[in-house]
């Protein structure tokens, strides 16, 4: 898992977590999909507290880096 998903420590940090994004489907309570198909993780295992710019809260709005 952590060699797949983006880096995510504070300096990149993404407020709007995997959790509560529309695209990821969780198999328990901590691990789900991505779903998204734009999103660098789609079809890969997610953890709850990684997250993304392409976050369903963040459609049509722009996001700093």
């Given at each position: ?6 880096d995510y420590s504070q300096s990149n940090w993404i407020a709007h977590q995997c959790e509560w994004c ?44």
């Amino acid at each position: 898992l952590g060699a797949t998903q983006p880096d995510y420590s504070q300096s990149n940090w993404i407020a709007h977590q995997c959790e509560w994004c529309r695209w990821a489907v969780f198999f328990d309570g901590d691990y789900g999909f991505c779903c998204n198909k734009l999103s660098p993780m789609d079809g890969r295992v997610v953890f709850e507290h990684g997250g993304c710019v392409h976050h369903s809260d963040l459609v049509g709005k722009e996001v700093a880096r």
